[in-house]
């Protein structure tokens, strides 16, 4: 039940050169639908042998960046290689590098399990004997056997997300993308989806995972990209993004938002770090190093007489990421997707000096708001 | 439970040999899957076979008895007429769900993993069309069956029902292909239902498959006579009540060809600018 199709073993001898190193390697992507720039210059290098995160709110150009290193989508700009392939002018050679495990399950629902993957395996070359063995054995990896002559309609959402993964591992892809995989699981079956995908990377796999839980891509990713508009935000190790944002944030409500100025300067200056204004302007939102801190800062603003209704501290969730990121939240980004039609076109050019000026995390790091003008105007006002 | 005792033992990316294309040998086995996942499909829900058992049998009896005795005097002497128009009414009409079911295929989350294989590009397309042919068949032997049952005994003995049954099959696997295209150029499953209904209906109807053409006023007569169907159905009469071949069934044929000649290029175009 271990071997799974004969391939040959992981030799120690690596050849030389980048399409060794890099599984992905992407370089200003760009998707547009209509006047609505989906992707926007996304970059990403993803190593070979390991799990990179694309962290971002619905809407972002998660999926659409997936899709088109998976050859689903065209690229309307930019370029992309899969372990040096050219995703334009190799797609076929791409197809047999790659397994993809879509937001919605990609399994035929009109069959069974065992149906299901007996039809990919055969697809991909299998004899009918291999294929019925090969279904067999990742229905047990599974834990599927006993639902494998089941129709898919019963199947629950984390059967049917199993039963995807296992038909993106039947060629023994070297790079397997999975999109939001754990979105609308409950958290036992969410546990159970990470270990699976901890195993896999165990085996070598590279994995490139989109996930809109930030705890999932800390538990899961080496490095994370947060997507934001079409945009890569952010990029560096979880440790590097988390130094970013701090270790935990802070919320605290003023009595009389006129002191909000004040109360930002305060914070700024006890916590040295920049704390961002909510929508209706009493509420700010700073990224804490130690929470100790905190007594510090209280005993300040008692000093100055500023009252607060409110006070809590906690770790930073993806909103905060976004807060400190890009200057809005991810509620924000609902209501702008109404207006990003109309806003493409400063958004355009806004974007791309943005994706010019932003080839690594240091830019990010230095300065959480790269674009502070635009998406901060629009808070305050 | 989801106990994955994998070990290191996937061939890096780098270290691979691939090829950028599909060999014909492959296109012609993964058609053949994805034929035999759409008659597994046709196994699992029922109601796809409907119209391709009741539908026949439904239209059989109902036309016989409405017209039998109106056009030919009595329902017996109407069968011979009525068999094989109805016989390709019927069939032309399941081939209208070739379209259909690929626009709702396509829009369904595992035509993305079929797109995201290294398989033949056209093979999701050429899968459907081929495991139709089963649901044509199905359809042809139900017809000729119930008219058996209501005591049709056509002269053209057992070659004669093959060969006809073979030709509205072969013809149908054609006009398929229109509907395929409207498949795939249709905004949504009903849309392409509806147009395709509205091509059909003038198609098999003003033809003479249920009444001669020589009843009909003269500007419809015209219409009727180089209609492609009447010279299907007037192919299918000469192979059941004669066991004959003649110049219809060239002409039924050639129309066949035509139909594929034109609207096969033009299927694929639109399908392959989908996936």
Redesign the interface.
């Known amino acids: 039940m271990t071997s799974l199709i004969s391939a040959p073993p992981l030799s120690s001898a690596q050849p030389a050169g980048s399409s060794a190193d890099w599984a992905v390697e992407a370089h200003g992507l760009v998707k547009t639908f209509g006047a609505h720039r989906a992707v926007d210059g996304v970059d990403l290098r993803v190593k070979t042998g390991t799990v990179y995160g694309v962290l971002g709110p619905n809407g972002a150009g998660k999926t659409t960046t997936i899709r088109m290193l998976a050859t689903l989508l065209k690229l309307d700009g930019g370029e992309a290689r899969i372990f040096g392939h050219d995703v334009r002018r190799e797609p076929q050679i791409v197809r047999q590098l790659i397994g993809v495990t879509g937001q919605y399950a990609s399994v035929d629902e009109n069959l069974s399990a065992t149906e299901n993957l007996v039809l990919f395996s055969r697809l991909l070359g299998l004899t009918r004997k291999q294929s019925k063995a090969k279904s067999a054995e990742l229905l047990e990896q599974f834990g599927l056997t006993e639902a494998a002559k089941r129709p898919l309609k019963n199947f629950s959402g984390g059967m049917r997300r199993r039963l995807d993964l296992a038909a993106s591992l039947i060629a023994q892809p070297p790079l397997i993308f999975l999109d939001e995989p754990t979105t609308g699981l409950d958290p036992r079956t969410r546990a159970q989806m990470w270990e699976t995908i901890r195993e896999l990377v165990s085996t070598g796999s590279t994995v490139l995972l989109t996930t809109q839980y930030l705890d999932e891509a800390d538990q899961l990713a080496d490095r994370i990209a947060v997507i934001d508009r079409g945009t890569v935000v952010a990029e560096g190790t979880t440790d590097e993004l988390k130094s970013s944002i701090g270790s935990s944030s802070l919320q605290v409500r003023l009595a009389d938002p006129k002191e909000v100025e004040d109360a930002r300067e305060i914070i700024g200056r006890v916590l040295s770090a920049t704390a961002v204004v909510s929508p209706e302007g009493s509420r700010l939102t700073a990224p804490m190093e130690h929470v100790s801190a905190v007594t510090d800062l209280l005993v300040v603003l008692r000093e100055r007489g500023i009252e607060l209704t409110e006070l809590s501290v906690q770790k930073p969730t993806l909103d905060e990421v976004f807060l400190s990121l890009t200057g809005h939240s991810v509620s924000d980004e609902v209501a702008e997707v109404a207006e990003a039609a109309q806003d493409a076109q400063d958004a355009a050019s806004a974007a791309a000096g943005d994706a010019a000026s932003q080839p690594g995390l240091a830019d990010a790091d230095a300065d959480p708001d790269p674009n502070p003008s635009t998406p901060k105007a629009k808070i305050l006002s | ?16 040999e ?5 060999p014909f040998s ?1 296109l012609i ?2 058609s053949l ?2 034929a ?2 759409g008659l ?2 046709v196994r ?2 029922p109601e796809q076979l409907f119209d391709v058992t009741l539908q026949p049998i439904i239209f059989t009896v109902m036309f016989t008895y409405i017209f039998g005795g109106a056009i030919s005097g009595s329902v017996a002497n109407y069968l011979p007429l009525i068999i094989p128009g109805i016989l390709v009414q019927t069939v032309i009409t399941t081939s209208v769900v070739t379209g259909v079911q690929l626009r709702e295929d396509m829009d ?12 033949a590009r056209i ?1 999701p397309l050429a899968g459907a069309l081929l495991a139709d042919t089963l649901r044509y068949a199905i359809a042809t032997t139900i017809t000729f069956i119930t008219g058996f049952i209501m005591g049709y005994r056509p002269a053209g003995g057992l070659g004669g029902i093959i060969g006809a049954a073979l030709l509205v099959i072969a013809c149908s696997w054609a006009i398929s292909w229109i509907w395929a295209f409207f498949g795939m150029i249709g905004r949504s499953a009903s849309s392409v239902q509806g147009i395709s209904m509205m091509i059909l209906f003038p198609l098999t109807f003003l033809s003479n498959a249920f009444v001669p053409a020589n009843t009909m006023p003269s500007w419809l007569e015209w219409f009727v006579n180089i209609n492609p169907v009447s010279y299907l159905v007037t192919a299918v009469r000469d192979l059941t009540n004669n066991g004959t071949v003649g110049y219809d069934a060239l002409w039924a044929l050639i129309g066949a060809i035509a139909v594929v000649a034109v609207f096969a290029p033009l299927t694929v175009r639109a399908y392959m600018r989908k996936v």
């Open positions: 439970m989801t106990s994955l005792t994998l070990r290191p033992t996937i061939a890096p990316g780098a270290q691979r691939l090829k950028n294309h599909v492959q086995s993964n899957s994805m035999g996942r597994i499909k699992r829900t369904k989350g595992v035509f993305d993993r079929f797109k995201s294989l290294p398989i093979a």
